[in-house]
């Protein structure tokens, strides 16, 4: 069964445009704990360079536009004049050369190689060593946008599932790859069921009993014996919520018990996993209407 990496992703093992020191970094995903990616929004400066291979796949998204790039594999040169919302996508195991001819706001994902081959077994795509991810220079793809735009929105505004959240992304991410960008041919058709009684009981308990933690999608598959790509697809069918909105939906139902009591809310919101006050604050009143001050005064005899 297929696991997460167990430490998180940084940017030492990426290709090292993003330690570029002319760049200027909006967000990345450092100190956020996710394992199976590493983001980062930036400007970029024109430059040219050339990068030695690193194990996983990059999804540059431009941002910005049009710009014009070129790409070298090998000793094979491409050029495209890229409009915002074209993508890069470099396979892991590729050398390659880079001339970005103007400024350019950008988002970097890059995608652990594991994640792509735990998807491309589990899901019917084929023996993961008989499949390459191909190249791909200034194409569009709506979906791999759209999961992108979202991966960037959870970078500048980071809460307490976005472990969990970036996990399920990458899942996605890998399954899109798969299906649009490489040379799979799907022999297996998703299985469409859910979880038993029993492994959706197992996955609840567990959430429940470890909401003051920083949780992977790994660690909630584990409840259950599935691995995470099955968990997250299985939970959806079962719950109708992906398991970082379930989780978040829990911490603040956990929220509202606790502020009948006389802990501060300080305490509230460490017990219940959210990073500080003002954070607990931000997401219980958007999932109820009423910051938990005015909660606990309504709800106080």
């Known amino acids: 069964m297929g696991r ?3 430490s998180e992703f940084t940017v030492a093992e990426t290709h090292g445009i993003l330690l570029r020191p002319e760049n200027k970094t909006h967000a990345n995903s450092h100190g956020l704990g996710w394992s199976s990616l590493y983001a980062s929004a930036q400007h970029e400066k ?7 291979a690193v194990d996983d796949h990059l999804i540059v998204l431009h941002l910005g536009g049009p ?54 077994e589990e899901f019917g795509f ?51 790859l798969l ?25 609840t308990d567990y959430m429940e009993a470890h909401l003051g933690e920083t949780l992977t999608l790994g660690d909630l598959a584990s409840a259950t014996g599935l691995s995470a790509s099955h968990f997250a697809r299985r939970f959806k069918v079962s719950t109708g919520l992906p398991p970082h909105k379930y989780l978040m939906r829990l911490r603040v139902e956990r929220v509202r018990r606790l502020l009948r009591g006389v802990e501060s809310l300080t305490e509230i919101a460490l017990t219940c996993g959210f990073a500080h006050q003002e954070h607990m604050t931000r997401i219980f009143r958007q999932q109820t209407g009423v910051t938990p001050a005015a909660y606990r005064r309504l709800t106080q005899p």
């Open 179 to 203: 299906r649009q960008h490489s040379t799979s041919t799907r022999i297996n058709p998703t299985p469409q069921g859910g979880f038993t009684k029993l492994q959706l009981q197992r996955a």
């Open 126 to 176: 084929g023996a993961s060593d008989a499949i390459s991810l191909l190249p791909s220079l200034g194409d569009h793809d709506p979906l791999i946008e759209r999961l992108s735009v979202d991966i960037q929105e959870t970078l500048r505004t980071p809460d307490p599932t976005s472990s969990v959240y970036a996990d399920y992304l990458s899942y996605a991410l890998a399954a899109r």
């Open 67 to 120: 710009v014009a790039v070129t790409r070298i594999l090998g000793r094979v040169p491409a050029r495209r004049v890229i409009a915002p919302g074209g993508l890069f996508i470099l396979p892991g195991g590729m050398d390659f050369g880079v001339r970005l001819e103007g400024e350019l706001e950008t988002l970097h994902v890059y995608i652990r190689k594991q994640i792509v081959e735990e998807v491309a």
């Open 4 to 6: 997460l990496a167990p």
């Open 46 to 52: 024109p430059y040219e360079d050339r990068y030695a």
